[in-house]
């Protein structure tokens, strides 16, 4: 089931719409590659816990900064944390890039933070185990882990561990090896940790990007193969029809008349000259091609979906890209089987209906159904259904754009369309 998709909200507390109302703010814009889009979850998540963490040691730092330089107290402190509202700031509205160079600034500055703890802090009093920035070290492995791939992430992980660990043993009354070596062990496990998470979901997402567009390619690639096939058909049906109709009236002599013989051959030759010309290439559909491409997508999903087509007022025909066919056919085939799965009503019949309408200079394709509805305003946005399958699809589509609208016992009504002048 894809996440998103067309259904009833469900109660939500106040907390839960407040974490929302988050996740809203950094969902980035529609159609936004998986990779980037949880860069930007981890970057605002990241950059939040940073400032939380801050406010949370206060008391501890100012505790243990009792006889040291205030000045250089707070320039520590502003190292440690003073990039952490900045990334959380940089991940709602500003690129990937940009977001991996604040959080590699804020892993630096972390670690120019452990660089001046020996100079800026006395020696602990005795039965002090650790200085402050000592237990906040997971979160310059968490934006180092943000910023870089993982063998500079790993590699991060094992300098800060050891000179983190060396600087509190620097302020600490009296360490031993063996107390250095469990304090690497122990802030290394503990961000090793936290780390993984982060680059997990990282890989997750980069691997979803890459089976989206192998997928893409597949379905590019049958679909080619389809239009392919249509056009040996129309070819086909071209030389039966017209061809050997006027060889064979030709070859009838007296039983044709001479100026219906001639008009024959005329339209004929007029549309081998047509084919010849590339009239629709393979990877171009006409309107006939596209409406019989969006009938067997929808039909796949469910053949019970009533599906109609029409073409209002004279034009020219449809000259559609078989790539924007493809995405078009792949939004409308997840609409339809967010449809079939959410829309269901105890009692009656959901009827389901395809409308697609073309022009000389697009298309628009139109599902409706008269189910269930739902509240777009209360779907969460880490549910990427209708934002990434649908609505995502679409943005990415030169020349394309989707809507849905939906209303609770009111059915849904999901509009897509694309045209040739974008």
Do not use: K
Not at 110 to 121: G, I, K, Q
Not at 148 to 154: D, F
């Amino acid at each position: 089931m894809t996440a998103g998709a067309l259904t009833p909200a469900d109660t939500v507390s106040p907390q839960g719409r407040w974490g929302s109302g988050l996740l809203a703010i950094a969902a980035g814009p529609a159609g936004e590659p998986a990779a980037d889009r949880i860069l930007r979850r981890l970057g605002l998540s990241i950059g939040i816990a940073g400032v939380i963490v801050g406010l949370v040691e206060l008391p501890e730092i100012a505790d243990q900064s009792g006889g040291a330089d205030p000045g250089r107290v707070a320039l520590t402190v502003v190292l440690a944390f003073g990039l952490f509202p900045v990334l959380a700031v940089v991940s709602v509205g500003m690129n990937r890039r940009a977001i991996q160079r604040t959080a590699a600034a804020a892993a630096v500055s972390f670690l120019l933070a452990a660089v001046m703890v020996p100079s800026t802090y006395p020696v602990l009093e005795s039965g002090s185990e650790q200085i402050w920035l000592f237990r906040v070290l997971v979160l310059g492995v968490l934006v180092a882990a943000l910023a870089w791939r993982l063998p500079i992430a790993v590699g991060y992980l094992a300098f800060s561990c050891v000179l983190i660990s060396a600087a509190n043993a620097a302020v600490l009354p009296e360490v031993t090896a063996a107390a250095f070596v469990s304090a690497v062990a122990r802030s290394g496990g503990l961000a090793a940790l936290f780390a993984w998470c982060v680059i997990y979901a990282r890989a997750a997402a980069a691997r979803v990007d890459r089976e989206s567009a192998l997928e893409g390619r597949r379905a590019a690639a049958v679909a080619g193969a389809a239009a392919r096939e249509r056009e040996r058909a129309r070819f086909a049906a071209l030389i039966h029809d017209a061809v050997l109709s006027t060889l064979l009236d030709a070859s009838r002599g007296g039983c044709t008349e001479p100026n219906v013989l001639h008009r024959q051959a005329q339209r004929t030759l007029e549309q081998l000259d047509a084919v010849r010309g590339g009239g629709i290439a393979p990877d171009r559909l006409d309107a006939r091609s596209a409406i019989g491409f969006l009938r067997s997508a929808v039909h796949e999903v469910n053949p019970e979906i009533e599906f109609r087509a029409q073409r209002p007022g004279a034009g020219g025909d449809l000259d559609m890209p078989l790539e924007a066919a493809v995405t078009l056919a792949a939004a409308l085939t997840e609409a339809a089987r967010n449809s079939l799965r959410h829309a269901a009503v105890p009692g009656r019949v959901v009827h389901r209906a395809v409308t697609v309408t073309i022009g000389a200079g697009g298309i628009r394709v139109v599902l409706r159904d008269d189910g269930a509805g739902f509240d777009p305003g209360a779907v969460p946005p880490d549910r990427l259904g209708v934002a990434v399958s649908i609505l995502g699809r679409m943005s990415r589509l030169s020349g394309g754009a989707g809507f849905v609208e939906s209303h609770l016992g009111a059915g849904t009504t999901v509009t897509l369309v694309w045209g040739n002048d974008g």
